[in-house]
């Protein structure tokens, strides 16, 4: 098969961990004779610095004619601490995700055996625990009307959603639960927010049409203190926009780094897989950052844009076994912590060498 995608690396450590998920791709496409066609597209801090806009219409063409984008991360301290930017980093990635229609973004939190001891968790609520988040990624308060007035005095941002856009997130919740362990926790915020209110009122009416799942409904504040409780409660969850963002960060702590955890977007054009953490400035250049969630979104990019399961399982069984041996980054480490470079080298001869 021939593989045509799209790689945005973005910004801070973007272009390193980047770097080790094409090595991942390239030794999958070697080892089961696909062939490899990919171009790289500029996009946050990066692109505005080279032409001003942080989602280039060249990147957006890039995007809608490739099977599938890859994508590192976005933002740049020099916008963090400057309300006033009049243009910033992460509207390209808000502008990606409108312009590719990518509604649903599909967050799996899940547990490693051998990196339980760095949850922050103890062992046996942490143990087994495995859950989806299916986050609303083109609505809500991050696209609705928002504006200053009173002179700038007042700021204010709206949350809105369209019955046609809370219909057909939980219509993919509910095929998800219907693969997995048939839960649904519909997580809002129904005793105060009217947008919350519609959101529960379809979730209700589609509820009967789905009866081998189990439909629960929880508020988004309870739902923040369950997910480190009793995180093995949840099998998926379903979300809006804004508290998407914020559980999904709370819920990749459990499995003891945000470094860990992958993503997949998915809608009306080409499919977006990232890892969930952000471009940790910090880090950038300095080659310590973890590379594992974005190879883990390489593995769902597999599994998702091209169909190849046996190809996702084979860089998943890789990490896996680099998370057994320990040879992981400093963020995860105990004993010995290895480069970003060397642990993508490892995974990529680990899909070379292996069945
Ligand atoms: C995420 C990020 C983005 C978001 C930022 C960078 C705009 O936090 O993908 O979770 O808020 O959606
Ligand atoms: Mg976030």
Redesign the pocket.
């Known amino acids: 098969m021939n593989l045509k995608i799209a790689i945005l690396p973005g910004d801070g450590i973007g272009p390193e961990i980047i770097e080790q998920a094409i090595k991942a791709v390239k030794a999958v496409v070697k080892k089961y004779g696909h062939t490899l066609e990919y171009e790289l597209g500029l996009t946050g801090a990066t692109a505005i610095d080279q032409t001003g806009d942080p989602y280039p219409e060249k990147t957006h063409r890039l995007c809608m004619n490739a099977d599938a984008v890859l994508f590192g991360a976005?933002?740049d301290p020099r916008f963090d601490n400057n309300p006033r930017a009049t243009v910033r980093p992460?509207q390209g990635?808000?502008a990606m995700r409108k312009k590719l229609g990518l509604y649903a973004n599909i967050r799996p939190v899940e547990t490693f055996q051998s990196l339980i001891h760095k949850s922050p968790l103890r062992r046996e609520l942490v143990e087994g625990a495995n859950f989806v988040c299916i986050r609303e990624l083109t609505g809500g308060i991050?696209f609705g009307e928002k504006g200053r007035k009173d002179n700038g005095n007042t700021a204010f941002d709206t949350n809105t959603y369209t019955r046609e856009e809370i219909e057909r997130i939980l219509k993919l919740a509910y095929e998800f639960a219907g693969k997995r362990r048939k839960k649904l926790t519909v997580v809002d915020k129904a005793n105060v927010l009217e947008s919350s209110r519609l959101w529960r009122e379809i979730a209700q009416e589609m509820a009967p049409r789905y009866l081998d799942i189990q439909t629960e409904y929880m508020f988004v504040d309870n739902a923040a203190m369950q997910i480190i409780q009793w995180p093995k409660n949840f099998d998926v969850m379903v979300t809006e926009n804004m508290f998407g963002?914020i559980l999904?960060?709370e819920a990749s702590v459990i499995t003891g780094s945000l470094g860990l955890l992958p993503s997949a977007s998915i809608g009306i054009h080409t499919s977006v897989f990232e890892p969930?953490h952000?471009s940790y400035p910090q880090a950038a250049g300095k080659d310590i950052a973890n590379p594992i969630a974005t190879i883990l979104s390489a593995a769902m990019m597999f599994e998702y844009a091209f169909n190849l399961p046996e190809e996702g399982r084979m860089i998943r069984e890789a990490v896996a076994a680099s998370l057994a041996e320990g040879f992981v980054t400093e963020d995860i480490a105990t004993g010995q912590a290895w480069k970003t470079s060397q642990v993508g080298d490892w995974i990529a001869h680990y899909i070379a060498k292996h069945e």
Request: charged residues 25%.
């Open positions: 976005i933002g992460e990635l808000l991050y963002d999904t960060d969930i952000g």
